[in-house]
C-alpha cells in the first residue's frame, strides 16, 4: 500500500519544483481584479513547462498591469520601467543575453497609448519574449480615463461615451510582423494558461491580448470591457492544450478534430478546431479580427502563428555566448582586425 502521507506532497514538475516555487508576494490588486488570474495561469504555465525561474527575466511598465510581476517567480530576475518602455527594456536585455526567457507584463495604456512605439518595434524585431497585455480599457490608477484599447461607444461609470476608435493590440501586433498572436479572457484558465505556456515556448515574439476587466472603474452597465459583457460576447476559435514534446501521449482525440503546431525549443500546440480556422494564415486572421470588431465580438484563442521566421538573435548573428558575458578581449579586435575592416570600407 502507498503512504497516505506521501500523497499529501505537492506534485513535483522535472525541476522538482513545486507550483509555490513559481510563485511571488500577496496581491495588492483590488478583489476580484481580472489581473490576479492571469498571475495564476503564469505560474501554472511556468510550472507545468518546467521553466526554470532562475531563467527568466520578469520585465513590466507602469500602471496596475505593471504590478503582476511581482506576484509570480520570486526568484526570477526582474526590471520594472517607467511608463511605456518595456518593450524597448525587452530589446536591449534580449541583445544582452539572448538565453533568457523574458515574460513582460504590460497594460493596454502602457502598450496602446504611450508605449506604442516601442511596442511597434519590439514586434518588428522578432525577439524572444512572452509579451501578455492586461487590457482592461481604463487607466486603472488614474481612477479609470479610457485607454486606447477602450471601444468606441463604450461608457464610464459616469461620464460620456468614449468618440474614439480602438486600438486593437491583435490586429496591431499580426500587421507589425508578429509571428505568435493570441487573445484570452482573464476568467479562462482552461485556455490561458496553455497559450501562455506556448508562448514561452515560442522562439519570437509571443503577443497574448488578455481581457481582464476592472472590477473598480470599468465592470458596469454600458462598459464594452465589463465581465458580462466579455462573457457574452467572446467568440473561442478552439479549445487548446500545450503538449510537451517529451509527452509520448500526444492525444486520444479523433483524427481530423485538431490542428498541431510544431513549437521551437520544447514541445508543440494542439488546437482542438471549433471552427474552419488555421491559424498559421496572416490574412485570414484578420479577416476574423474584422468580423468580429464589426459584430462587437471578442475572438480568443490563437490567432495566428510563423514558426519560420528568424528572430532578434539569429538576424543579429549573435555568439551562442551572450554579450553580457564575452570578456574585454572578446569583445575588443585586433589592431589587425581593425584595419581589415576599415579597408573594407574603402572604395
Avoid at 174 to 199: C, H, N, W, Y
Avoid at 322 to 327: D, H, I, N, T
Wanted: charged share 25%.
Amino acid at each position: 500500500m502507498s503512504d497516505p502521507a506521501s500523497q499529501l506532497q505537492p506534485q513535483e514538475n522535472l525541476l522538482h519544483l513545486i507550483k509555490k516555487d513559481y510563485e511571488g508576494v500577496d496581491s495588492t490588486l483590488c478583489k476580484g481584479c481580472g489581473h490576479d488570474a492571469i498571475t495564476a495561469s503564469i505560474i501554472t504555465a511556468c510550472f507545468e513547462a518546467n521553466i526554470d525561474p532562475k531563467r527568466v527575466l520578469k520585465l513590466s511598465g507602469i500602471g496596475c498591469a505593471a504590478k503582476t510581476t511581482n506576484y509570480f517567480m520570486n526568484q526570477s530576475f526582474g526590471f520594472n520601467g517607467i511608463h511605456g518602455r518595456m518593450a524597448a527594456m525587452a530589446t536591449g536585455t534580449s541583445l544582452a543575453n539572448h538565453h533568457l526567457i523574458p515574460i513582460g507584463v504590460s497594460g493596454d495604456g502602457d502598450t496602446a497609448s504611450i508605449g506604442l512605439g516601442n511596442f511597434s518595434h519590439m514586434i518588428r524585431r522578432n525577439l524572444r519574449i512572452c509579451y501578455l497585455v492586461e487590457n482592461n480599457g481604463v487607466y486603472g490608477l488614474t481612477k479609470g480615463q479610457f485607454s486606447a484599447t477602450a471601444d468606441r461607444g463604450t461608457r464610464q461609470r459616469k461620464g460620456a461615451p468614449n468618440p474614439w476608435e480602438a486600438i486593437d493590440i491583435p490586429t496591431l501586433a499580426i500587421q507589425m510582423g508578429a509571428t505568435f498572436v493570441a487573445r484570452s479572457f482573464s476568467g479562462d484558465r482552461k485556455q490561458l494558461a496553455p497559450l501562455i505556456e506556448a508562448a514561452l515556448n515560442h522562439k519570437g515574439t509571443a503577443i497574448l491580448d488578455v481581457l481582464s476587466p476592472c472590477v473598480t472603474f470599468n465592470d458596469h452597465e454600458g462598459s464594452t470591457k465589463s465581465l458580462k459583457n466579455i462573457r457574452a460576447n467572446r467568440d473561442s476559435l478552439h479549445d487548446v492544450d500545450f503538449i510537451p514534446v517529451f509527452d509520448e501521449v500526444m492525444t486520444n482525440y479523433q483524427e481530423g478534430s485538431e490542428i498541431r503546431v510544431r513549437m521551437h525549443e520544447a514541445g508543440m500546440i494542439t488546437l482542438h478546431k471549433l471552427k474552419d480556422h488555421d491559424p498559421h494564415h496572416r490574412r485570414r486572421a484578420l479577416e476574423l479580427l474584422e468580423e468580429a470588431r464589426e459584430n462587437g465580438k471578442f475572438l480568443t484563442g490563437l490567432i495566428y502563428i510563423d514558426e519560420e521566421a528568424p528572430n532578434l538573435a539569429e538576424i543579429e548573428n549573435l555568439p551562442e555566448k551572450p554579450l553580457a558575458f564575452l570578456s574585454d578581449e572578446e569583445l575588443r579586435p585586433s589592431q589587425e582586425e581593425l584595419d581589415k575592416l576599415n579597408a573594407s570600407f574603402m572604395l
